[in-house]
C-alpha cells in the first residue's frame, strides 16, 4: 500500500488522501458498496466499474462458506471469480459469527458455530480468517475480531458490561495471531486492518487504541468496528471522534457500516477515510432512491404520474437516460429491472457525497459545503441534534447562519433551535 495525504480541511479533521493497492488508486474518503458474497445484487462487476467505483467490500465468513477457498484459488482469487478489475476489502466474518448464527462459541481459539448448510461445527481462527482472505486474494484484509456478543432480540450488539472488556482485549490478542500468521505468508501485496474495538467504553476504547498503535509498524491501516448496532447518535459520534483523533495520520481510517450520508459525512469531518454499509442498496430494493434532497420513495402513489427523473443532475445510467420516477414507480415492485436501476443511482449517490467532500476539502471550502448538503438534505424538516453537536466539535456551526432551523433530538422531540440559545 503506497498512503499519501493530499489536502487537510483547515477547520475540521477531513482530508483527501491517495491509496494505491495492488489493482489501482482509490481516491479517499470514500464509499464502499457491499459485495457480500461476490456480488453487488443486481449489477454486473463491469456495471459497478462503470459508475467510477474503484473500491468495493467481500465478506470472507459467506466466501469461506459458497463457494469455498478450493474453488477460489483455483480461479486465481475473487477478483478473477467475480471479475472485479479494482480493489477489493474483504471483512473476517467475525460479525456475522454471531449476526448470522445463534449457536457461535467464543473462545480464545476461535469461533466455533454450526454450518448454516451442512449444520456441522465449524472453527473459524485467526490464522483461518487470514488463510480465506489469502485465497480469495483481497488487496485490503481485516483481522479476525471478537465483537461482543449479538442480541437477536434486539438487533444491535451489546456495547456495555464485562464481555465488551472481553471481547476488546481477545481482539488485540487475535490481532498478534492475523499479524503473525501473515508475515509468515509473504504476501506482501495484501494488506492486513486492524479493528479497534470497546464497545461505547471510553477507557476500553483508549486501552484498545494504546495496543493498536503500539502494532502501527506492522499494520497497513485501522478499522473502528463495534458500532452501527443501535447505539444512541450521540454516543457513537463521541467514540468515532475519540478513535479518529488517536490514530496514526499516517494510516487509512475506516468506520465499519456506515452509510446513511450524514453519517458519512459527519465521519469524514471527524477523520474517517472509508465506510461501508448495504443500506444504499438494500434500500433500493425496496424502491426508496437516495437524493441531495433527501430520500424519495418511489412506491408512493404521488409518483405514478411523475415523468421527471429521479436527479436531474445525476450522471448514472438511470438518471442520464432518462428513466422517469413513473416509470419507476410503475416497475418498481413488479421487475428486477426497477431494482438494478435504483441501485445504480444510489451507489453513484454515496460515490457523489464523497466525491463532493472531496473536492470540497481539496478546494477549502468543506464547512461550507457541509451546511449547504445538511440545509438540502433536511431542509424543514429539523437536523438531527447528535448530527449539530458532532460537527460542532471540529468547528462547524450547522445553524450559524439559520438560528431558527428545527432540531430534532434523539428522543424524536422537535424544537427551535433558537429556544435553547
Known sequence: MEFEVLARCHTTRARVSRMKLA?????????????????????????????????????????????????????????????????????????????????TKITEEGALFESPFTGEPT??????????????????????????????????????????????????????????????????????????????????????????IKRKDRVAGYAIGGLSGGEEKDV????????????????PRYSMGIGFAEDLLVCVALGVDMADCVFPTRTARFGVALTFSGPINLRLGKHAA??????????????????????????????TAGAHALTQHNIVFEARVMGGAREAIMNGNFPDYLKTFFANYFGDAGYPEWCV??????????????????????????????DRA
Open 23 to 103: 489493482h489501482g488508486v482509490t481516491m479517499l474518503p470514500t464509499f464502499m458498496p457491499v459485495a457480500t458474497q461476490a456480488a453487488i445484487k443486481g449489477l454486473t462487476a463491469q456495471q459497478v466499474e462503470a459508475l467510477g467505483i474503484t473500491l468495493i467490500l467481500n465478506n470472507t465468513y459467506h466466501l469461506n462458506l459458497r463457494p469455498g477457498t478450493e474453488v477460489l484459488k483455483e480461479a486465481g482469487g475473487a477478483h478473477q471469480f467475480q471479475g472485479w478489475r479494482r480493489n477489493l476489502l474483504t471483512d473476517s466474518g467475525g460479525f456475522q459469527l454471531v449476526s448470522l448464527n445463534k449457536f
Open 236 to 251: 457513537f459520534w463521541r467514540i468515532i471522534k475519540q478513535c479518529a483523533d488517536r490514530l496514526p495520520a499516517d494510516r
Open 123 to 212: 472453527m473459524l481462527t485467526p490464522e483461518e480468517s487470514i488463510s480465506i482472505q489469502h485465497a480469495i486474494g483481497s488487496d485490503i484484509m481485516m483481522q479476525l475480531d471478537d465483537v461482543g456478543k449479538f442480541s437477536h432480540s434486539l438487533l444491535h450488539t451489546l456495547t456495555t458490561g464485562p464481555r465488551v472488556g472481553e471481547a476488546m482485549w481477545r481482539t488485540i490478542r487475535w490481532l498478534d495471531r492475523c499479524i503473525e500468521f501473515h508475515e509468515k505468508s509473504g504476501r506482501s501485496h495484501q494488506n492486513l486492518f486492524a479493528i479497534v474495538q470497546g464497545g461505547i467504553d471510553s477507557v476500553l476504547r483508549d486501552q484498545c487504541l494504546n495496543e493498536m
Open 306 to 335: 411523475d415523468l421527471q427523473p429521479i436527479d436531474g443532475t445525476c450522471p448514472c445510467p438511470t438518471c442520464s437516460d432518462g428513466t422517469s420516477r413513473a416509470m419507476l414507480h410503475h416497475i418498481i415492485t413488479l421487475e
Open 389 to 418: 453537536n458532532a460537527l460542532r466539535s471540529v468547528g462547524v456551526d450547522l445553524l450559524e447562519d439559520r438560528p431558527d432551523t428545527k432540531v430534532i433530538s434523539g428522543d424524536g422531540t422537535v424544537w427551535e433551535y433558537s
